[in-house]
């Protein structure tokens, strides 16, 4: 494979030089989670490879969950994680848990090391300024699992026209102050639709859109509304892959120019899917 990840590195080319000057000044909002979060090893891979976008005039706005520290730390405290359709339940003693962890743990965690690669980044949450508002899901008075009504990008373009990365934990309120759990995937739809970003990346655990689950080599490295309708009938995407593929939906009808689900896992995925044409993922464009 040319421009690849021959031996776990990254080559710079051709393709590579001519895609870094059409990126130059763009905006990539770029969702963070699950395995590649939790791996200390890729976990600094993948704040390297951010740096190498910023330092090629990228900007950059990091979303981030993680589901899997919440759920550590909800069993330390002896309760017991409740999910409803794969969806977490999020009564409001979770709510505490979910807030601690992610905006006092996770959130500063990444902005040290994005600090440590000379990266200048600003932890936030939706709260924060108010700048994302949100409600609950579910018809119930202690169910803080959220959705997003609104976002108000003038905090994000003020730090990212002065440089600063936003790096953005996904929980947000409302008007009444009430916190709201909201899916990391959404938020950064969301966000990305409201700034017109030039990309949307989900980081994920899966290579991306498979024909085959159980073949990789079957990855659909391209789609459009009309194949991922076709793949949804045919029931190839499915389960966990329908709220990744509705948040790229979502932002490429809100804007946004190309949306891309990758495996965070794969060392310098991140880097791979941008700077060449080789896409290690799947790529969704209107």
């Given amino acids: 494979m040319s421009n690849s990840l021959t031996a776990n590195r990254f080559y710079f080319s051709d393709d590579t030089l001519s895609l870094a000057r059409k990126y130059t000044g763009s905006t990539f909002v770029i969702k963070y989670g699950g395995s590649a979060m939790q791996d200390d090893d890729t976990q600094v891979q993948v704040i390297k490879d951010l740096s190498l976008l910023y330092y090629l005039g990228i900007n950059i706005i990091l979303v981030h969950g993680g589901g899997m520290f919440i759920d550590q730390w909800l069993r330390r405290l002896n309760i017991q994680p409740l999910f409803k359709n794969g969806i977490r339940v999020t009564d409001s003693q979770t709510m505490d848990i979910v807030e601690m962890v992610l905006i006092g743990r996770v959130n500063k965690k990444l902005v040290s090391l994005l600090n440590q690669n000379n990266l200048v980044s600003v932890g936030l949450s939706g709260q924060d300024a108010n700048f994302i508002t949100g409600s609950s899901i579910f018809n119930s008075v202690d169910n803080f699992t959220g959705q997003v009504d609104s976002v108000d990008p003038n905090l994000l373009s003020l730090l990212v026209s002065n440089r600063f990365v936003p790096v953005i934990a996904s929980i ?80 490429l009808n809100g804007g946004v120019k190309s949306t891309h689900i990758i495996d965070g896992r794969i060392k310098h995925a991140l880097l791979h899917e941008v700077l060449t044409y080789d896409r290690v993922g799947s790529m969704v464009v209107l």
């Fill in 172 to 251: 947000a309120c409302d008007s009444n102050g009430n916190r709201y759990n909201i899916n990391a995937d959404t938020i950064a739809s969301a966000i990305a639709t409201s700034i017109k970003a030039d990309k949307l990346i989900l980081l994920t655990d899966t290579p991306g859109v498979l024909l085959d689950l159980y073949d990789t080599s079957t990855l659909v490295r391209e789609l459009n509304l009309d194949d991922i309708e076709s793949l949804k009938s045919s029931k190839v995407i499915s389960g966990g892959m329908i709220p990744k593929i509705q948040s790229c939906v979502d932002a």
